[in-house]
């Protein structure tokens, strides 16, 4: 295919002046998005918000110009980390990305909110390409690769939304336990006791790995090794905890499905390559992906990173795959803001049940995605200052063990540093739940789409209607309906789970359980002949034979009136021979006018005289309308959920 032109100037975003290097932590591995030029013609680096699963197949790329890139990649001397249809993940140092793009990559240390450990704001090491305008864009223009590549994209930080704390079961703060009050929270208990419980659902989790927790393993969770991003290590380890601890939301709300966890962290616990990562578990082929992390993004444009990222998500949802981000807490999330996720916010459940939005959450209306507002609904989420609200598994001594232990709540769990249980929450928290009532959907409707799963939850929250989200993000109020506080409302895993049934039955035509056959016009009948004697049984369907005897005079008799339509037949029961019959005195009978065929006759009735179940007939068939009805009836609890 010919050469797409290369990715045109944007608008140039305002950037920290480089200081020196003194007081960076310059990456010795830096990660990229090599992207080979797209079918669609239009480079991926250009698409900015519109990149959805609808369109992201223009963004792919032709399987030969793919490997003529990553030959040429591999030349020029980086690590090939992994090759998707629309981007080829690679790493190398400062040197190889300087020979190849002949560029002078320059490092910035920009503004960040970071949502754990209490410090929201801060700032972090970005690599950049002075030539372009668009953040973290190299050019290949004039380079080897400029007949195979549209762009070089630099990875960016990212962070983890939760707010960290240590946990100590005797302490006496208001906190939720695992796995019962989150289920309960959630509502998911009834449908765990009608039998839906998230068996034989995949569920991927990106996040800083999974430590094999006592917890875990004497519950008998079904959890496959961790698959490990491109630039990590140590399977068996998770240093920094977050993924470890918010994994059990998961099982709270789907005891029975099978966890894939997929790690992006580095040895210190820092979120490393993560559309990469997101790759891998895409290549798992899960039923559901949660991720609890993201950077904050208020105005556009999208990084290179980030339309790298953007299309990834794109892809995965394309193909089915169901897709849960974090909101943020406090933040302005990317790629929770993404239209094609669902966006997990914030609710506060009291001691005494009442709802509220969670003050630690965020809560906003995108200006990268017009028309996207944020979240789509909530999970369960503390408040500030640090969302010490559930109590979770660690491994003993990890980051966020030895970090956050001590203190007094709020501001401290209390506990010690080293005890391998943390009570931290944020959106962190309310993706997995999410992701676990997913889950539950999934299994009681195998054939609903990403976008499908998505509107049941949306309708079958619970609505919320006190409360303000994060300041950070203009401190929305909840109020009656959707809003920007809390979206939907709180999860209500039962009334989605009674939804997807509903849908589910209503896909198929319903079919009778028994086969009904035409019925055959009945023939007229024909002239009745005289009985002279005594009746013997009646043979059923054969003709009747005359009775043979003494026969008395026949006198005339009225004329017999035309027999009506006859009625559907009640199955005969075995005739007891009749006696004689006394001599009568008949006249001649004229025969009975032809029958007209029976039509649209009634049940056939047993012996009993009773109608025996049977299917519905294909009028009583769920319309789209009544489907609909039945929903908002689940959803205002006017239906019986027991039932």
């Not at 997101?278 to 992906?289: E, K, R, Y």
């Not at 001590?406 to 540093?417: R, W």
């Not at 009745?528 to 026949?554: F, N």
Request: glycine share 10%; charged share 15%; hydrophobic share 40%.
């Amino acid at each position: 295919m010919p050469p797409k032109r290369a990715a045109k100037s944007t608008p140039k975003t305002k950037r920290a002046a480089a200081p020196s290097r003194a007081g960076m932590t310059i990456p010795k591995r830096i990660y990229a998005h090599a992207s080979p030029h797209s079918v669609g013609g239009v480079s991926i680096f250009e698409a900015q918000g519109q990149i959805r699963a609808s369109t992201v197949s223009n963004f792919f790329s032709e399987a030969e110009l793919i490997n003529r890139s990553v030959g040429l990649l591999r030349e020029a001397g980086f690590e090939i980390l992994q090759i998707s249809p629309w981007s080829i993940n690679i790493a190398g140092d400062e040197g190889t990305y300087r020979r190849a793009f002949n560029t002078k990559l320059k490092y910035e240390e920009r503004p960040v909110i970071k949502s754990f450990a209490g410090k929201q704001q801060d700032t972090a090491t970005f690599v950049e390409a002075p030539e372009t305008d668009l953040p973290g864009l190299i050019s290949v223009k004039g380079t080897a690769f400029e007949q195979v590549l549209e762009g070089v994209g630099l990875e960016i930080p990212r962070y983890v939304y939760a707010g960290e704390s240590m946990y100590a079961p005797t302490k006496a703060y208001w906190h939720l336990t695992m796995p019962g009050d989150v289920s309960l929270g959630t509502n998911a208990d009834k449908a765990h006791r009608s039998g839906i419980t998230g068996k034989g659902i995949k569920v991927a989790m990106v996040d800083t790995g999974h430590y094999k927790h006592p917890y875990f393993v004497g519950r008998g969770y079904n959890i496959s090794p961790v698959t490990l991003g491109p630039g990590t290590a140590n399977p068996l380890d998770d240093e920094f905890g977050h993924g470890t601890g918010e994994s059990a939301n998961i099982f709270a709300v789907a005891p029975d499905c099978t966890l894939f966890p997929v790690k992006c962290a580095d040895a210190s616990g820092n979120l490393v390559n993560t559309t990469a990562a997101f790759n891998a578990a895409v290549g798992l082929a899960p039923d559901i992906i949660t991720c609890s992390w993201g950077s904050s993004i208020q105005n556009g444009p999208l990084s290179a990173a980030d339309q790298a990222m953007a299309a990834a998500i794109s892809a995965a949802v394309a193909a089915g795959i169901i897709v849960v981000f974090s909101a943020g807490n406090g933040s302005f999330g990317f790629p929770g803001q993404h239209p094609d996720v669902i966006s997990a916010g914030g609710t506060f459940m009291g001691p005494d049940g009442s709802l509220t939005a969670s003050n630690f959450a965020s809560g906003f209306a995108s200006n990268v995605f017009p028309g996207r507002n944020v979240p789509d609904l909530c999970g369960l989420v503390g408040q500030q200052p640090l969302a010490i609200y559930i109590m979770l598994p660690l491994r003993a001594g990890d980051t966020m063990d030895n970090s956050f232990g001590g203190g007094t709540f709020p501001n401290g769990d209390e506990t010690a540093k080293n005890d391998g249980w943390g009570a931290f929450s944020g959106t962190s928290a309310a993706a997995p739940q999410l992701a676990g009532t997913c889950a539950l959907i999934k299994q009681a409707c195998a054939k609903l789409t990403p976008p499908e799963v998505k509107d049941i939850l949306i309708k079958s929250a619970i609505d919320v209607t006190t409360g303000n989200c994060s300041a950070s993000t203009g401190g929305f109020a909840a109020g009656p309906g959707s809003d920007l506080a809390t979206g939907a409302g709180l999860v209500d895993a039962q009334k989605a789970v009674l939804m997807a049934k509903l849908r589910c039955i209503s896909i198929s035509p319903i079919i009778p359980i028994l086969p009904i056959s035409p019925v055959s016009p009945v023939v007229p009948v024909t002239p009745v002949v005289p009985i002279v004697g005594p009746v013997q049984p009646v043979q059923p369907i054969s003709p009747v034979v005359p009775i043979v005897g003494p026969v008395q005079p026949i006198q005339p008799v009225s004329p017999v009136k035309p027999i009506v339509p006859v009625q559907p037949v009640v199955p005969v029961q075995p005739v007891v021979p009749i006696k004689p019959v006394s001599p009568v005195s008949p006249a001649p009978i004229q025969p009975p006018k032809p029958i007209a065929p029976v039509i649209n006759p009634a049940p056939i009735l047993p012996a009993s005289g009773q109608p025996e179940p049977s299917a519905p007939a294909s009028s009583a068939q769920l319309t789209a309308e009544d489907v609909a009805a039945l929903e908002d009836m689940i959803a205002k609890g006017d239906i019986d959920l027991k039932s």
